[in-house]
């Protein structure tokens, strides 16, 4: 059957059924080759309301706090439900300056509440390499953020001075053992130096379960990517660090580090939390993107096969300098 302009229907029909399945192929390629194709803004999370139950005290203010005078802080503080400022992407150096003068930061970055003693005690760490624009916009966020929370905290800021491809994970291991040279901290928190943490109510502290902090990131839509992403930001008690031999040593250049690091906490029967969705928010710093290591999924692998032999268990590294700025205790690191 012809049309007016001689042109077949059936053959007019083939073309639009041709032209729909392509659209759909470029439509489901586009979704395999996006990083957040399984993305979902829906996952288990402990509630709100169940977030104070499942925080984890310091043994050692529990029992410091029976030889002071003063009393526990709260586990949550009141008024955390706003959000801070977004932090200025100009600082500068005497801004800096005059924040820890301001905020009444300790040497190396640290501070705790005078009023009361805080059921937190965290250490930060974070592995650096040339990101002093990210880092001078995370401290001038991050110290009120995480004063408000009334949290004994210390800052590592843990620098790769050895050439070649970063070591992410090994260098959030040297921030752990150098840390305990320093205090018994009973909360790690393992932090990427771009990310910035929208809401005061994402405490900084630890919970009976390692968490994923970073599980709602502006770069993904506010959505997760895979339910098994351990990376970013993430929460876990020193006993559980310990427990799972901490990061391999082994994943040199980007990416692979965290999921092993995930595999081996279910390796030992642990499982991740994370708290809901509108309160896990951050915004990541824009930032060159760094090319993947052609090694990890070889890594990861053969990884399952080192979980007891490489680690923090088996960790060599030569500490170049360590010196106490105002706002970070800062450790240059020969891997």
């Not at 005059?98 to 003693?117: D, F, R, V």
């Not at 090319?291 to 680690?311: C, I, K, Y």
Request: proline residues 6%; contains cysteine; neutral net charge.
């Amino acid at each position: 059957m012809l049309t007016r302009t001689g042109i077949n229907v059936f053959q007019s029909k083939d073309v639009i059924k041709r032209f729909i399945f392509s659209i759909a192929f470029v439509f489901v390629l586009c979704c395999i080759l996006h990083p957040s194709r399984f993305a979902s803004s829906y996952y288990p999370y402990i509630k709100y309301s169940d977030i104070e139950n499942e925080l984890e005290p310091s043994p050692h203010a529990l029992a410091l706090v029976k030889e002071s005078d003063k009393p526990l802080c709260s586990l949550i503080p009141k008024e955390l439900e706003t959000s801070l400022q977004y932090p200025n992407e100009s600082v500068r150096e005497y801004d800096l300056k005059y924040l820890a003068h301001m905020h009444n930061i300790a040497e190396g970055g640290a501070w705790e509440p005078p009023q009361c003693i805080s059921q937190h005690q965290v250490a930060i760490v974070i592995p650096y390499r040339n990101r002093t624009l990210q880092l001078q916009i995370f401290l001038s966020y991050i110290h009120p953020f995480l004063q408000k929370q009334m949290l004994n905290y210390r800052i590592f800021i843990i620098e790769q001075g050895t050439k070649g491809a970063f070591n992410r994970a090994k260098l959030l291991n040297v921030g752990y053992a150098e840390a305990l040279k320093i205090f018994p901290y009973h909360c790690f928190i393992f932090h990427d130096v771009d990310l910035i943490p929208q809401k005061l109510s994402n405490m900084y502290a630890c919970t009976h379960q390692p968490r994923h902090m970073s599980s709602s990131l502006n770069t993904f839509r506010y959505n997760l990517p895979y339910e098994q992403l351990f990376g970013g930001a993430v929460a876990i008690l020193q006993k559980q660090f310990e427990l799972v031999n901490g990061f391999s040593n082994f994943f040199y250049g980007w990416g692979g580090e965290d999921d092993d690091f995930q595999s081996r906490i279910i390796n030992r029967g642990m499982t991740l939390c994370r708290f809901p969705p509108d309160v896990a928010r951050y915004t990541m710093l824009s930032h060159a993107k760094e090319l993947p290591s052609d090694n990890r999924f070889l890594n990861l692998r053969l990884g399952r096969e080192r979980f007891e032999t490489d680690g923090v268990n088996t960790l060599k590294y030569t500490v170049i300098k360590l010196v106490y700025y105002p706002l970070y205790t800062w450790v240059l690191v020969d891997l």
